[in-house]
């Protein structure tokens, strides 16, 4: 069965600093995903992505995030400058469509700032 | 603004007897809901849906059921098993792509 992956599972970075996390959303989808979840807090939505360009982004999503489709298959999330409150699991998923159509989770990457 | 709550933090149930997993919502406007499962560990995993002009959707061994007039929104899982302990969220469509979700329940399966 296809599925969404995720690398790296886990990622330690130091305040300041950039972090990448990649996605590989299910290939015949054609609507992305970023979620976060703060520990032991509910699943927050970042971005929405279609056609490559945001389609729809959130209050979170700030000028420290980016997302990006460079080829084909990645789908990537930059934080450009890592604080400490961006610690939290982060979820890519996918859709066929948009809206109504059920969103593929990949396993999360776990993202710890220091 | 929209918000999306459940009435009990963690649920626990025996092997066997049936789940009810709550969820309440504000927006009157919501016309597309979810229920995830998410094990430990694991991304959200889809359960079940139903939109607003359904008041009740079944799937194996779930059932949504939705009343908009008190904005609720339960799950309830027959014969539950060990394999569903998990924390469960409710979601509901704010915006084009935007879901809301609540903040979990923790179902946990006593043997």
């Known amino acids: 069965e296809p599925e969404v992956t995720q690398t790296p599972s886990h990622q330690v970075t130091q305040m300041g600093q950039e972090v990448i996390l990649r996605c590989v959303p299910i290939?015949?989808?054609?609507?992305f995903y970023w979620y976060r979840q703060i520990l032991g807090q509910k699943v927050e939505f970042l971005v929405s992505?279609?056609?490559?360009?945001?389609?729809?982004k959130s209050e979170i999503f700030d000028d420290q995030f980016s997302v990006e489709r460079p080829d084909g298959s990645n789908f990537t999330l930059k934080i450009r400058s890592t604080k400490l409150e961006d610690s939290a699991m982060y979820f890519c998923?996918?859709?066929?469509?948009?809206?109504?159509?059920?969103?593929?989770f990949g396993p999360g990457t776990r993202l710890l700032v220091l | 603004g929209e918000s999306v709550g459940l009435h009990l933090p963690t649920l626990s149930v025996q092997e066997g007897d049936n789940s009810i997993i709550n969820c309440a919502y504000s927006?009157?406007?919501?016309?597309?809901f979810i229920w995830y499962k998410q094990e430990s560990g694991k991304g959200p995993q889809f359960i079940i849906d139903?939109?607003?002009?359904?008041d009740k959707r079944q799937g194996q061994r779930v059932t949504v059921l939705l009343n908009k007039t008190v904005k609720h929104l339960s799950l309830q899982i027959a014969a539950t098993q060990p394999g569903d302990s998990a924390v469960y969220f409710c979601?509901?469509?704010?915006?084009?792509?935007?879901?809301?979700f609540g903040p979990g329940t923790r179902l946990s399966v006593l043997p």
């Open positions: 139903i939109r607003s002009n359904m």
């Open positions: 927006n009157s406007a919501s016309d597309y």
């Open positions: 998923a996918s859709s066929e469509g948009t809206g109504r159509e059920t969103q593929y």
């Open positions: 979601a509901t469509l704010l915006s084009g792509q935007n879901f809301v």
């Open positions: 290939s015949n989808h054609l609507y």
């Open positions: 992505f279609y056609n490559n360009e945001i389609s729809e």
